[in-house]
């Protein structure tokens, strides 16, 4: 089993330019995770998915959407990047409120 | 007040020694509470679920307060692998969701 995969793992946008971030589970979890890490700020919540074609605000929503067209999959869409989006973007998918399995990360420059 | 709050730290030990981290949290409808582990540029990993009665894995015990809001981590004869960042995580907060705080990094020295 490969867990929980993130695409891609590093990436460079310009101010303004958009992007899809992949991830996929291969645990049939039901809930599934965005989060953005910044320093000295901790892990925060962007959206959450409690089961297939369903998606919900986390913490920090703006100036961001999701899907899940696919229990195994969330996408993270940034439609117009903004430099206070660079962050490292964390995947996790869980059975349900519980324990959370993390993906590797994607870290995100916005010049 | 923050809705899960840590020391962050650092904590800078030597080999062998004993260390205790403390957390607390602010929503008393808590239900669960986690430690995870997160090393330097890599994902957070479940380092172990914390139960009312307490519960120990090897070298590391956990410790809930529910009259306190309050949760602890001690990691005896720490080793130079233990050095990470230790997150405490509370389900219950107020999207229902898992809160992370922020973090308290751990550095053991030789």
């Known amino acids: 089993n490969a867990g929980v995969t993130q695409t891609p793992k590093f990436r460079v946008l310009k101010t303004g330019q958009s992007m899809t971030l992949l991830c996929a589970q291969d645990?049939?979890?039901?809930?599934m995770y965005w989060y953005r890490q910044d320093p000295g700020m901790g892990l925060r919540l962007i959206h959450y998915?409690?089961?297939?074609?369903?998606?919900a605000k986390g913490e920090v929503p703006d100036g961001y959407n999701v899907s899940r067209l696919k229990k195994q999959n969330f996408l993270l869409g940034l439609e117009s990047a903004a430099p206070s989006q660079t962050s490292v973007y964390f995947c996790?998918?869980?059975?349900?409120?519980?324990?959370?399995?993390f993906g590797p990360g994607t870290r995100l420059t916005v010049l | 007040r923050k809705e899960v709050e840590q020391d962050p730290g650092p904590f800078n030990v030597p080999e062998g020694a004993t260390v205790a981290f403390n957390c607390t949290y602010s929503n008393s409808a808590s239900q669960s509470f986690f430690w995870y582990r997160q090393d330097c540029r890599k994902e957070p990993k479940l380092l172990m679920s914390?139960?009312?009665s307490g519960n120990e894995d090897g070298r590391f015990t956990a410790q809930l307060n529910r009259a306190s809001q309050y949760i602890s981590l001690l990691i005896r004869d720490s080793k130079l692998s233990d050095s990470a960042t230790y997150l405490c995580?509370?389900?219950?907060?107020?999207?229902?969701?898992?809160?992370f705080g922020k973090g308290t990094k751990l550095s053991v020295k030789p």
């Open positions: 645990m049939n979890h039901e809930y």
């Open positions: 914390v139960y009312s």
């Open positions: 995580v509370v389900y219950g907060g107020s999207q229902g969701n898992l809160i």
């Open positions: 996790a998918s869980s059975y349900a409120f519980n324990e959370q399995f």
């Open positions: 998915s409690v089961g297939e074609g369903t998606t």
